[in-house]
T-cell receptor
């Protein structure tokens, strides 16, 4: 069975602090894909990043970085120097091609960045 | 390039009625998936269509159905509405299931309220 766990329900930080959102996944498959999405108050899910199970390179995009570690089944997301506009709910998701095209989402982490 | 569009954005219905939601994918995308988002259950996969065929279906009752047209536009229908069907319904599109991870891009959602 596939499962995605985001243990942090809510995080509150002050602007310019760094914050890491945790994601732990479970799957028996050797090929899978991991995703992060952002959901601002408007409701639309915004795609942030995709990682393949066979590519463990970490990635940095501006203030965002992702740490993928197969050994611990984790795919954590760090925002450096957070800004108020980063306030949103962030979802980690897992997709296994053998299970069809469905994204299996975690429960999400609500991030509040205050000035 | 225009994103995924969903209509209507908001809908209020009463129990027992039926509702049809519409989704237009990103131009060139042929796969459309639907998700239901509720505070209690989070984001749950409903079904996925590709080339007018349902490829995958989530664990929802038969009251939930969908279809896809030749232009890749999709509709989902919920019959005999129940209070528990109140949710944000999100549509996502991707190029095709066979190309890489098939990153899904989401629309703004339709907020359905059942009274």
């Amino acid at each position: 069975a596939q499962k995605v766990t985001q243990a942090q329900t809510e995080i509150s930080v002050v602007e310019k602090e760094d914050v890491t959102l945790d994601c732990v996944y479970e799957t028996r498959d050797t090929t899978y894909y991991l995703f992060w999405y952002k959901q601002p108050p408007s409701g639309e899910l915004v795609f942030l990043i995709r990682r393949n199970s066979f590519d463990e390179q970490n990635e940095i995009s501006g203030r965002y970085s992702w740490n993928f570690q197969k050994s611990t089944s984790s795919f954590n997301f760090t925002i450096t120097a957070s800004q108020v506009v980063d306030s949103a709910v962030y979802f980690c998701a897992l997709r296994n091609p053998n299970s069809g095209y469905a994204l299996n989402f975690g429960k999400g982490t609500s991030l509040l960045v205050t000035p | 390039k225009a994103g995924v569009t969903q209509t209507p954005r908001y809908l209020i219905k009463t129990r027992g009625q039926q509702v049809t939601l519409s989704c237009s994918p990103i131009s060139g995308h042929r796969s459309v998936s639907w998700y239901q988002q509720t505070p209690g259950q989070g984001l749950q996969f409903l079904f996925e269509y590709f080339s007018e065929t349902q490829r995958n279906k989530g664990n929802f009752p038969g009251r939930f159905s969908g279809r896809q047209f030749s232009n890749s536009r999709s509709e989902m229908n919920v019959s005999t509405l129940e209070l528990g069907d109140s949710a944000l319904y999100l549509c996502a599109s991707s190029r095709s299931p066979g190309q890489g991870a098939g990153t899904q891009y989401f629309g703004p959602g339709t907020r359905l309220t059942v009274l």
